[in-house]
Structures are given as C-alpha cells and as structure tokens.
C-alpha cells in the first residue's frame, strides 16, 4: 500500500534522476533513493550508457557510508530492470541486498520486459508499490519511451517567434527575436535532446553553431544534422571547421552533385539519403538515426523543414517561443510553412498544452494529435 511520504521520496529519486539530462541516451534517466526508518540512507541516479545503474548507485552510497539496507524501501523512477544487458539484471541485486519494499514510479516501457522485474521481486516475498508520481516519472524518459517502442527519435520542433508565427523579416534578419532568457532555455533544450536538425537554408542564412553553451562553462555539442538536398552546405560553415566537426551530419539527397558531396564527406559524415518528392525521405532519416542510438530529436527549422516534418506525420512535440512582436508582412518568413491546411479538418492539433513565461517572451509546449493516415495522404495528394 502506498503511502503519506512515499511520493515525497519519489520527487527526490525524480530529482536526482534529471541530474543525468541529456547525458544517458540510449539509457532512460533513472534515480533511486534507499529508505528506513523515515531516514534517506542511500542514492544514486544513472549517470551514463554502461555505467550502474541507479539502483546500485544508491546501494553503493548506502555501503559507503555505512548503512544496512536489509529491510529498507527503494524508491526507483523506472522499474528495476530484469535482464542482463550492459550490466547485470538490478532485480539481483535487489533481492541479494535484502530489500523488504520497492516503490516504483513508471513500469518499463519496452513491451517484452514490463511488468517482468516487478513481478521476479513479487514472487521473491519483497512489496512492490507502482504508479506513484508516475506522470512525471514516464514524461522524465518521454524520449525513450517513444525510442524504444518505435527504434525512431522522438521529434520536437523548436522555433522562436512573433506573435503572428513569423521567424524572420522578408529580408531574412532573425536575430534575435525572442530575449536571452529564451535563448538560455533553448539551450537546455538542446541538452536534453540527442541530435539538433536544421535545413540548409538555416546554414546558408545564420551560419549557426548549434552548440551548448551556459555562461562561461565551455560549449558543448550534441549531434548536429543538416538537411541539405544539393549539398550546399559551405566549406567554411561553422558546422564543418569547428571543434566539433565530428558532431556534424549533412544528410544529402542520392542526386547530390557528386563534387560537392566529395568535398563534404572529407570534412564531416555525409549520409546520401532516399528522396521523396525531391526532399530528403525524412521516414528514412528517422530511421538511420534511431539505429545509432538516438532517441530524441529537436527540430529548429526553418519553416519549411518543419512543415515537412508536420505534413509527413514524424513530429511529436513543440516548443514555440512567442516574443511580444508583432512583424506582419505577406513575405516575412513563417514558423510552419508549406502547403498549409486546406480545411480546419487538417489543420494539426495539439494537446497537453503548457505555458509559461520565459523573461518577456511565452513558451508553449505541447504533444503533437498524430493525424490519421487519411489527413496525411489529403494534404500530400
């Protein structure tokens, strides 16, 4: 039975899960917190793919600092898992430590396993309590929890607005629409996502770095990937001569100009990807990048590519920054572009919807209703 102060206990475990963000992939986040007697008496979190897991983490801190844990409650985001991977099945050493009840936030997503480590520890005489704060344990892993049913990243479009949904002038200028404290929040966002996309027409425009920076801590990078049809991308694009290079991927349709598809593949990893419609299969991409472990995707556009992602049916979530600008003009450049919605009954909707301010601007975060396969063929055909 759950108790008064079992959720208290598992806001600790979700807390000391996040501190692994954006660091674990293609491992879940996961933290774990030992109990008895009402008093903490381990903890530990999953820091990185291949090292322990929370479970023995905390197991660890309790030995170290002296404290039996024979008859103590763990208290654990995700369920234990059950089989031997990277490292041994934590259920073992759950029952070989001793552990007389495990509270646990969110069962294991992956169909063959749910449910499995719970029920070896059921079996096994230890208490086993589900669910408890489990909405904020699932959306902690939403990444692999999409990654691991679908072995494709979860995709989230990140754009910087006006009011009116518009990026940037007739002329091109963006920067900055949105205000430091929006952009400091992108930032996170990009650490807690595996690879950043951008189309070419991002390159050409703003030569960004697409980096992960806070303050005056050095940057940091995770994937960077371009969708670049032609292989325009420039040889002297920050993408491709920073100290990050090996970071980059300029994903090039199968009828690239051979040339300057050479001339990339010496500088960074060039991927010659299937075309539908004369753009990149995007299906395809999502594919490639799942295989290489990468289980969450921010899209930051432009228009088009995210229009592309939105038609195709592939995004799951947004991220949009509203500024308190309004730009009008018929030829300013809109967040979502395309062909656009030809009746209200294609237009995307989204649900679990969040606000917040962020400084002066409003960000909105929200899931993506997949559409059906009807509204996709409509608004393809």
């Given at each position: 039975?759950?108790?008064?102060?079992?959720?208290?206990?598992?806001?600790?475990?979700?807390?000391?899960?996040?501190?692994?963000?954006?660091?674990?992939?293609p491992?879940p986040?996961?933290?774990?917190v030992?109990?008895?007697?009402?008093?903490?008496?381990?903890?530990?979190?999953?820091?990185?793919?291949?090292?322990?897991?929370?479970?023995?983490?905390?197991?660890?801190?309790?030995?170290?600092?002296?404290n039996?844990?024979?008859?103590?409650?763990?208290?654990?985001?995700?369920?234990?898992?059950?089989?031997?991977?990277r490292?041994?099945?934590?259920?073992?050493?759950?029952?070989?430590?001793?552990?007389?009840?495990?509270?646990?936030?969110?069962?294991?997503?992956?169909?063959?396993?749910?449910?499995?480590?719970?029920?070896?520890?059921?079996?096994?005489?230890?208490?086993?309590?589900?669910?408890?704060?489990?909405?904020?344990?699932?959306?902690?892993?939403?990444?692999?929890?999409h990654?691991?049913?679908?072995?494709?990243?979860?995709?989230t479009?990140?754009?910087?607005?006006?009011?009116d949904?518009?990026?940037?002038?007739?002329?091109?200028?963006?920067?900055?629409?949105?205000?430091?404290?929006?952009?400091?929040?992108?930032?996170?966002?990009?650490?807690?996502?595996?690879?950043v996309?951008?189309?070419?027409?991002?390159?050409?425009?703003?030569?960004?770095?697409l980096?992960?920076?806070?303050?005056?801590?050095?940057?940091?990078?995770?994937?960077?990937?371009?969708?670049?049809?032609?292989?325009?991308?420039?040889?002297?694009?920050q993408?491709?001569?920073?100290?990050?290079?090996?970071?980059?991927?300029?994903?090039?349709?199968?009828?690239?100009?051979?040339?300057?598809?050479?001339?990339?593949?010496q500088?960074?990893?060039?991927?010659?990807?299937?075309?539908?419609?004369?753009?990149?299969?995007?299906?395809?991409?999502?594919?490639?990048?799942?295989?290489?472990?990468?289980?969450?995707?921010?899209?930051?556009?432009?228009?088009?590519?995210?229009?592309?992602?939105?038609?195709?049916?592939?995004?799951?979530?947004?991220?949009?920054?509203?500024?308190?600008?309004?730009?009008?003009?018929?030829?300013?450049?809109?967040?979502?572009?395309?062909?656009?919605?030809?009746?209200?009954?294609?237009?995307?909707?989204?649900t679990?919807?969040?606000?917040?301010?962020?400084?002066d601007?409003?960000?909105?975060?929200?899931?993506?209703?997949?559409?059906?396969?009807?509204?996709?063929?409509?608004?393809?055909?």
């Open positions: 039975m759950e108790t008064p102060t079992d959720a208290h206990w598992m806001r600790m475990a979700l807390r000391l899960a996040r501190r692994a963000m954006g660091e674990t992939s491992n986040m996961v933290g774990a030992l109990v008895r007697n009402s008093m903490e008496i381990g903890k530990g979190w999953h820091h990185r793919a291949g090292q322990p897991h929370a479970e023995i983490e905390a197991l660890r801190d309790a030995a170290q600092r002296g039996p844990v024979t008859g103590a409650t763990l208290y654990v985001t995700l369920e234990p898992c059950s089989t031997h991977g490292t041994p099945p934590c259920t073992n050493a759950i029952l070989a430590a001793g552990i007389a009840r495990v509270v646990v936030g969110a069962t294991d997503p992956n169909p063959r396993h749910a449910g499995r480590g719970l029920d070896l520890l059921r079996e096994r005489g230890v208490s086993v309590i589900t669910g408890v704060n489990a909405k904020a344990a699932t959306e902690l892993n939403r990444g692999f929890n990654w691991i049913v679908r072995r494709t990243p979860l995709v479009l990140k754009a910087g607005m006006t009011l949904g518009k990026i940037a002038t007739a002329t091109g200028e963006s920067k900055w629409i949105t205000g430091p404290e929006s952009r400091r929040r992108v930032m996170r966002l990009r650490q807690s996502h595996d690879a996309l951008v189309g070419i027409g991002t390159v050409l425009a703003d030569d960004p770095a980096t992960v920076r806070f303050g005056r801590r050095p940057p940091s990078c995770k994937r960077r990937v371009v969708l670049d049809t032609q292989a325009r991308t420039p040889l002297t694009s993408l491709i001569t920073d100290l990050f290079v090996s970071q980059t991927v300029i994903v090039v349709g199968e009828n690239a100009p051979p040339e300057r598809r050479e001339a990339l593949a500088r960074v990893a060039v991927w010659k990807a299937p075309l539908v419609g004369g753009r990149i299969d995007l299906a395809w991409l999502l594919i490639r990048l799942g295989s290489d472990g990468v289980i969450s995707l921010l899209v930051e556009g432009g228009g088009e590519v995210h229009a592309a992602f939105i038609s195709a049916g592939l995004a799951q979530r947004v991220a949009f920054f509203y500024a308190p600008l309004i730009l009008g003009g018929a030829n300013s450049i809109k967040a979502v572009g395309g062909q656009g919605a030809r009746s209200l009954a294609e237009t995307t909707r989204l679990d919807v969040q606000t917040k301010m962020v400084g601007d409003l960000l909105l975060e929200a899931n993506i209703v997949p559409p059906s396969v009807d509204a996709i063929e409509s608004i393809e055909n």
